[in-house]
């Protein structure tokens, strides 16, 4: 059940308002992202923005490469702190942010590092081909051959067997596409036991939410997630085919699922209907819903963050 209390503005936090209010203003001061080139907007996002400050990159970090179907296919590896965690508990396979446009693997390392040390994970985070130049399916191709590598090879590597997965926004909706090719094509329904889902990019035929949204660039908005799906999904192809947007797929017998999403994302209406859909499938799961809460506000520190980082450590736990 829903509380309806978590949309009314009066339950939003000084903190998130003032968050909120500086994000906005930090993009309107900053060149429309579609109007410089792609390769500059990943370098600038690399380097960091006021909008979008660097997160920091792990000095543990290392690097795993498999066969993928584009060529070699990097996973960037954090391992839990050996003095905590002297055996694994599990994987975590992680799929980052971007549009499926923007983005790296290395990019959230902050993120994996907590995963780590906290559930006693490796955590592994796939280089998956971007598009323009790489559209639909590469990089769900490429998170396929990362999940099959794990779930195969990678268990007798690490010596466990407990996999996870997760992902934000475009990393999201890859996680899903990921977990229904398993079942579908490999007949692996249960190779991950949950999966962490964070704002996602479920339906890039878009829903209301995201049509309904505007300009305001309150870390995205209706342009950025219209031009993120038209480079990803090549003109011709139905955007809600349920190879293309999981919201349309048949979710039966997938893992149990963490959705957590803010009030104030474009994207809300993907986990309001997602999270829907996968409970009625049976699937199991919880929905966080947290007031004024941005697009991937996770981004930005704060105690709204602190609180689903510590959520997303209690799922995760639960699931080795």
């Given at each position: 059940?829903?509380?309806?209390?978590?949309?009314?503005?009066?339950?939003?936090?000084p903190?998130?308002?003032?968050?909120?209010?500086e994000?906005?203003?930090?993009?309107?001061?900053?060149a429309?992202?579609?109007?410089?080139?792609?390769?500059e907007v990943?370098?600038?996002?690399r380097?960091g923005?006021?909008?979008?400050?660097?997160?920091?990159?792990?000095?543990?970090?290392?690097?795993?490469?498999?066969?993928?179907?584009?060529?070699?296919?990097?996973?960037?590896?954090?391992?839990?702190?050996?003095k905590?965690?002297?055996?694994?508990?599990?994987?975590?396979?992680?799929?980052?942010?971007?549009g499926?446009?923007?983005?790296?693997?290395?990019?959230?390392?902050?993120?994996?590092?907590?995963?780590?040390?906290v559930?006693?994970?490796?955590?592994?985070?796939?280089?998956?081909?971007?598009?323009?130049?790489?559209?639909?399916?590469?990089a769900?191709?490429?998170?396929?051959?990362?999940a099959?590598?794990?779930?195969?090879?990678?268990?007798?590597?690490?010596?466990?067997?407990?996999?996870?997965?997760?992902?934000?926004?475009?990393g999201?909706?890859?996680?899903?596409m990921?977990?229904?090719?398993l079942?579908?094509?490999?007949?692996?329904?249960?190779?991950?036991?949950?999966a962490?889902?964070?704002?996602?990019f479920?339906?890039?035929?878009?829903?209301?939410?995201?049509?309904?949204?505007?300009?305001?660039?309150?870390?995205?908005?209706?342009?950025?997630?219209?031009?993120f799906?038209?480079?990803?999904v090549?003109?011709?192809?139905?955007r809600?085919?349920?190879?293309?947007s999981?919201l349309?797929?048949?979710?039966?017998?997938?893992?149990?699922?963490?959705?957590?999403?803010?009030?104030?994302?474009?994207?809300?209406d993907?986990?309001?209907?997602?999270s829907?859909?996968?409970?009625?499938?049976?699937?199991?799961?919880h929905?966080?819903?947290?007031?004024?809460?941005?697009?991937?506000?996770?981004?930005?520190?704060g105690?709204?963050?602190e609180?689903?980082?510590?959520?997303?450590?209690?799922f995760?736990?639960?699931?080795?």
């Open positions: 059940m829903i509380d309806h209390a978590l949309f009314d503005p009066a339950t939003i936090d903190e998130t308002k003032r968050l909120n209010a994000i906005v203003a930090a993009h309107a001061a900053q429309d992202p579609w109007s410089i080139p792609i390769a990943r370098k600038r996002r380097q923005t006021q909008a979008s400050p660097a997160m920091p990159r792990s000095a543990r970090a290392e690097t795993v490469t498999i066969d993928g179907p584009g060529g070699p296919l990097a996973l960037r590896v954090i391992r839990p702190n050996p905590k965690w002297p055996r694994l508990r599990g994987a975590y396979l992680h799929i980052h942010r971007g499926w446009v923007w983005g790296a693997a290395d990019e959230q390392d902050p993120w994996l590092e907590r995963i780590a040390d559930c006693g994970f490796v955590c592994l985070s796939v280089e998956y081909r971007l598009a323009p130049e790489h559209p639909y399916p590469a769900l191709e490429d998170c396929e051959a990362a099959l590598w794990l779930a195969g090879p990678g268990r007798a590597e690490f010596g466990i067997s407990a996999l996870t997965i997760g992902g934000e926004s475009a999201a909706h890859l996680a899903v990921t977990m229904l090719r079942r579908d094509r490999h007949a692996m329904p249960s190779a991950f036991r949950g962490n889902l964070n704002a996602g479920f339906d890039l035929g878009l829903t209301p939410s995201v049509r309904n949204w505007g300009d305001e660039r309150l870390v995205v908005n209706t342009k950025d997630l219209t031009t799906a038209n480079d990803y090549r003109e011709g192809i139905d809600r085919r349920p190879d293309v999981p349309y797929a048949d979710l039966k017998g997938l893992p149990p699922a963490l959705f957590s999403v803010g009030t104030h994302d474009p994207l809300l993907d986990t309001l209907y997602m829907a859909r996968w409970a009625a499938a049976g699937n199991g799961g929905t966080a819903i947290y007031p004024g809460g941005c697009h991937v506000f996770l981004r930005y520190p105690a709204m963050t609180r689903a980082l510590e959520l997303i450590d209690r995760l736990m639960a699931l080795a």
